[in-house]
């Protein structure tokens, strides 16, 4: 039995308590509400979080809790407690690239559940994608961040970032990003420009210039290319349907085929991503196994977010 604590609000707790109904191989053994003052001494450190540490295992950080504790996944690590993170909830590279080392000599399991390339949609879709040339992604948001525009950006990107890693597979080659003015002085749209290694090109657009869809990946490979709906969780794919062209003259030679896209909707079998994160965590424990999204995989898409702003940056101050 994997004893387990969550770090979450009340109301989050019940959500837990159902999904681990499911597994017999795993108990919650409390939680931690950082967001309670009455949690919190004067300095902003866990109250209680000494007397969890000694009754759980492991530990789930809920994406919905509020700033944690400097050190706090240092302390974990250090203590052995495998951990799941749920969402790409870190972002500094100098804290990732301790926690990676860490994690090294620790050999717990570091998850990342609840990122976009856990889900039905793309799970049917990935294997399908192959020897991939071009991802270009559209994404409508209502506005970009006032005030923390750092933040905005990492949390508006990690997942489309991770989808377009895991397809490509290759390190940056070069990247540019700039904003793009329309209708007053903040950005109106944002346009990621990235080439890797291997020839492949990654291109996003993301603001709150109007769309028909709000996220949208296309996927181009050698002779077809993915349409994926990420929003509505629905997926096609289009290829070349080559279609005779008729000749009115029956002395003439008959033309070569006309070669037609067709677009075929694909289905998408669906599964409770959450329980299927929870059950790979625990999986990934038993069996001592690597995760599919883990702190290297944070790492690199953090580090790519980065490169995005410093280029940002370079034509608009962000506040």
């Known amino acids: 039995m994997i004893k387990t604590g969550v770090f979450a609000s009340k109301r989050r707790i019940e959500h837990y308590e159902q999904q681990f109904q499911s597994l017999a191989a795993v108990s919650l053994a409390g939680y931690l509400d950082p967001d309670d003052p ?26 919905f809790t509020g700033p944690l504790p400097a050190g706090l996944f240092n302390t ?10 749920d969402g790409f909830l870190l972002s500094d590279l100098t804290e990732l690239h301790a926690l990676k080392e ?9 998850q990342v ?11 049917a879709a990935e294997p ?36 377009a890693l895991r397809l490509i597979k290759s390190d940056v ?20 420009h990235a080439e890797f290694h291997n020839g492949a090109v990654f291109q996003m657009n993301f603001g709150r210039i109007p769309s028909e869809t709000g996220c949208l990946m296309r996927v181009f490979s050698r ?16 290829k070349v349907a080559e279609t005779p062209q008729m000749s009115f003259d029956m002395d003439d030679v008959p033309a070569p085929p006309v070669n037609q896209l067709s677009e075929v909707e694909k289905a998408v079998p669906w599964f409770d991503a959450g329980k299927a994160d929870l059950r790979h965590f625990v999986d990934n424990i038993l069996l001592d196994r690597k995760p599919e999204t883990g702190l290297e995989e944070l ?19 962000f506040e």
Request: charged residues 20%; contains cysteine.
């Open 38 to 63: 009455g949690n919190l001494d004067p300095a902003g450190n866990l109250l209680y979080l000494e007397d969890l540490m000694q009754r759980v295992d492991a530990v789930i950080v809920d994406r």
């Open 128 to 163: 399908q994608m192959q020897q991939v040339q071009l991802v270009k992604l559209e994404k409508f948001t209502p506005s970009l961040a006032v005030g923390n525009f750092a933040r905005w950006l990492h949390f508006t990107t990690c997942n489309e970032i991770d989808l």
């Open 299 to 317: 790492y690199n898409v953090s580090a790519l977010i980065q490169q995005v702003k410093h280029q940002l940056s370079r034509n608009f101050v």
């Open 173 to 192: 080659k070069a990247l540019k990003a700039k904003p793009v003015f329309m209708f007053g002085n903040q950005p109106d749209l944002i346009n990621v």
């Open 102 to 110: 860490l994690n090294q000599e620790a050999r717990v399991v570091f």
């Open 76 to 85: 974990l690590l250090k203590r052995g407690k495998h951990v799941m993170l």
């Open 113 to 123: 559940s609840g990122a976009s390339a856990s889900k039905p949609v793309f799970k």
């Open 223 to 238: 002779d077809r290319y993915y349409k994926l709906h990420l929003d509505q969780g629905s997926w096609s794919e289009c």
